[in-house]
T-cell receptor, first 113, second 114 residues
Framework: DQQVKQNSPSLSVQEGRISILNCDYT??????FLWYKKYPAEGPTFLIS?????DKNEDGRFTVFLNKSAKHLSLHIVPSQPGDSAVYFC????????????FGKGTKLSVIP | DAGVIQSPRHEVTEMGQEVTLRCKPI?????LFWYRQTMMQGLELLVY????????DSGMPKDRFSAKMPNASFSTLKIQPSEPRDSAVYFC????????????FGNGTRLTVT
């Protein structure tokens, strides 16, 4: 039973355009969400997070949107750059002292120059 | 800051052999996590420590896996005996106190059991 789902295994976007990566979750106890980025042969690195008390968090070119009623979050990258090509993982935690991060299976983003 | 350091980067072993994976967390981080990544399951939490004590090992097959953290700067994940289904990339991660502190991952150990 996958509690965090990234339904698109891959996504291709032209350089300079917007990349939108989606994530759905089923556990209503999740209240903190994170995105990690992973290059080949490296570990995931933290990108951006959002608490359930917010519906948007922005950091430079990266914005995460949270729709609690739909149990859906998305990561927007604007403008996309070739260096953004990587696998992006969505993760969620119930918070309240829980360190149980549940990860999605990832979406491979390719930004085409 | 050197980040989380894992060794070895690659390990190839035969079924039935003992395998030991090593991890040095970031200095000052109180939490240490072992994750396993496979194509089928994605990233799964095996075990995590807080101040060297095991907090949750419910994701770890206990008949063959064992995890230890003898001091604040070193942890091991041991598999004995290893099986082909253990083939995966094993990541160690550490974080500061606070449930919303991001995890800092090492570069992983790619384990192949033949």
């Amino acid at each position: 039973d996958q509690q965090v789902k990234q339904n698109s295994p891959s996504l291709s976007v032209q350089e300079g355009r917007i990349s939108i990566l989606n994530c759905d979750y089923t556990n209503s106890m999740f209240d903190y969400f994170l995105w990690y980025k992973k290059y080949p042969a490296e570990g995931p690195t933290f990108l951006i997070s959002i608490s359930s008390i917010k519906d948007k968090n922005e950091d430079g070119r990266f914005t995460v949107f949270l729709n609690k009623s739909a149990k859906h979050l998305s990561l927007h990258i604007v403008p996309s750059q070739p260096g953004d090509s990587a696998v992006y993982f969505c993760a969620a935690t119930p918070g309240a002292g829980s360190y149980q991060l549940t990860f999605g299976k990832g979406t491979k983003l390719s930004v085409i120059p | 800051d050197a980040g989380v350091i894992q060794s070895p980067r690659h390990e190839v072993t035969e079924m039935g052999q003992e395998v030991t994976l090593r991890c040095k967390p970031i200095s000052g981080h109180d939490y240490l996590f072992w994750y396993r990544q496979t194509m089928m399951q994605g990233l799964e939490l095996l075990v995590y420590f807080n101040n060297k004590a095991v907090m949750d090992d419910s994701g770890m097959p206990k008949d063959r896996f064992s995890a230890k953290m003898p001091n604040a700067s070193f942890s091991t994940l041991k598999i004995q005996p290893s099986e082909p289904r253990d083939s995966a990339v094993y990541f160690c991660a550490s974080s500061l106190v606070g449930y919303n502190s991001p995890l800092h991952f090492g570069n992983g150990t790619r384990l192949t059991v033949t």
